[in-house]
């Protein structure tokens, strides 16, 4: 009997108990702020939708954000890439105000229609909001505790609570997993994931994928596939982080979103449709249905890139299900594998590569499409992760103990540095 008491309180027991209390807080806030992230973003999509002529005033909208940050975020201006530095280097806790600018800065983003997404806000919101326990705990676990806003955020915004916990674990250094801080981030992505849910929130329903025999030629496609959207990914974190080098040549900062929206808001009128902006998870869903042609994709990549680039906010996560389920669906002339298949492959496939999260990106194929077409999901990602490189969306990623098997080692360094 004794045995047994000093089991239940020794130090796991005690560890467990200290991070279902701080899980469930941090799940509370990030799903809460989540819930009112998205309805206000359903809100200002419908209206846009409703407005066209509202792409008019894309440049006035990008020198309200260009203003807001320049003049109360210069530190919170990097996003997801402060949290990441916070990470590898701590120095001082996220200042709160960063939570109304990446809100504010999203939805003028969206209101005006920019081609952005909404990870960024949710993963931002849900570690500034963590990063205030830290004051009162221990310096070790802050770590933990930033890992696990993260989490939160991106379950709840997307629905994904085991995609979300691995992605929090692996997306600040690539090549090695924290699995200290597996429970935490596990927790607070379940419990964000249903507080969301409580609040009446629901989420994109995309279809079942059908069940693919894996035969010589299916896995033939699965890598090619693979390949491809592997390069996509990298095509897009190069082509974003160039603009964003070209933009900041532009001394006052504000002016760069000015430029970049009236750049935007031209290509699209000049286009002739409202297909590219926003979000566009009505084409993503088109995608799954029948075969699209490659020039989506490649829009879609152009665009966001040019949006984030000029210092709009939002996030790359949505436009990279755009861009990898277009392409995959634009394969299905090619390849001999259905083209719902293709375009799940392509959704997750493409952002594992951008992000180098291949392990979070298989969860969310799972989560989002079922089963029965997991190995070429599995495939997709994996294959993917290998043909972006060491290219990434996140800069200050930084690049663990794992060997990369085409490019070799870098440990410790950021992509920045790469």
Not at 155 to 169: D, E, H, M
Request: aromatic share 10%.
């Amino acid at each position: 009997m004794a045995g047994l008491l000093a089991f239940f309180s020794g130090p796991t027991w005690l560890f467990t108990l200290r991070w279902l209390l701080l899980a469930s807080l941090v799940g509370a806030l990030a799903g809460t702020a989540s819930a009112g992230f998205l309805r206000s973003l359903e809100w200002v999509t419908r209206w846009r939708d409703q407005h066209p002529w509202a792409l008019a005033l894309l440049p006035v909208g990008g020198l309200g954000v260009g203003l807001a940050y320049h003049y109360f975020g210069n530190r919170v201006v990097k996003g997801n890439n402060l949290i990441l530095d916070e990470l590898h280097a701590p120095s001082e806790v996220i200042p709160l105000r960063l939570v109304p600018l990446v809100l504010g800065g999203t939805l003028a983003t969206h209101l005006f229609g920019g081609s952005a997404g909404r990870e960024g806000t949710a993963v931002q919101m849900g570690a500034a909001l963590a990063d205030q326990f830290s004051r009162w705990l221990p310096r070790r676990e802050r770590r933990l505790l930033l890992i696990a806003g993260m989490s939160a955020g991106f379950a709840s915004v997307f629905g994904t609570p085991l995609a979300g916990a691995v992605f929090g674990l692996e997306v600040f250094v690539f090549g090695a997993v924290s699995y200290q801080a597996i429970l935490p981030s596990l927790l607070a992505a379940v419990l964000a994931d249903a507080v969301t849910r409580a609040w009446g929130v629901g989420h994109t329903a995309y279809p079942a994928l059908p069940a693919v025999a894996f035969t010589a030629g299916g896995l033939g496609a699965a890598l090619l596939a693979g390949a491809l959207f592997g390069l996509a990914a990298r095509a897009f974190a190069q082509l974003t982080h160039a603009i964003t080098g070209i933009f900041r040549r532009i001394g006052y900062p504000p002016l760069r979103p000015v430029v970049g929206g009236a750049l935007v808001a031209l290509a699209m009128a000049g286009l002739g449709t409202m297909r590219y902006t926003g979000l566009g998870v009505p084409v993503i869903v088109e995608a799954f249905q029948h075969q699209l042609g490659a020039k989506d994709f490649a829009l879609k990549l152009l665009l966001t890139a040019l949006t984030l680039g000029a210092g709009f906010k939002g996030g790359e996560v949505t436009p990279l299900f755009f861009i990898g389920a277009t392409l995959g669906s634009a394969l299905a002339g090619l390849l001999p594998l259905p083209v719902a298949v293709l375009a799940g492959m392509g959704f997750v496939g493409v952002f594992a590569g951008a992000a180098n999260t291949p392990l979070a990106c298989v969860l969310m194929g799972l989560e989002l499409f079922g089963t029965r077409a997991g190995v070429y999901l599995g495939l997709a990602c994996v294959v993917a992760y290998l043909f972006s490189g060491h290219q990434g969306i996140y800069s200050s990623q930084r690049v663990g103990g794992a060997k990369h098997p085409l490019l070799g080692r870098h440990t410790g360094r950021t992509l920045g540095e790469l």
